[in-house]
């Protein structure tokens, strides 16, 4: 069974809308989705969307993913690691959505 994929943030026109997943825009649905699946991968575009994902969930023993399409300071990057068990961020500004492809 494939985990489900959990999109915030405006993915219009990047490859990450052909991913299918599920766009959430509030924190009931992010709380909603994040307390029905014991796993799951979630694509965070921004610090805001980020922000939204930070105030909905806390950690406990879940083993979700994040990717960060956006540059992380220090403390996004120590909240991340509290809340997930794995988390890819970008490390340079460099990355663009656009460059990333979606298979």
Do not use: C
């Not at 599920?22 to 014991?38: I, K, M, P, Q, S």
């Not at 083993?63 to 997930?84: D, G, I, K």
């Amino acid at each position: 069974m494939t985990e489900p994929i959990f999109v915030l943030g405006n993915v219009r026109s990047t490859p990450f809308e052909r991913l299918g997943g599920e766009v959430l825009a509030n924190r009931e649905g992010v709380r909603d989705a994040y307390g029905r699946h014991a796993h799951a991968l979630w694509l965070v575009m921004d610090a805001a969307s980020l922000g939204l994902l930070a105030s909905a969930v806390h950690a406990n023993d879940r083993w979700h993913r994040v990717l960060l399409l956006q540059r992380a300071t220090t403390v996004r990057r120590e909240l991340l690691h509290a809340l997930f068990r794995v988390g890819i961020l970008a490390k340079r500004l460099a990355v663009q959505a656009d460059k990333i492809k979606a298979y």
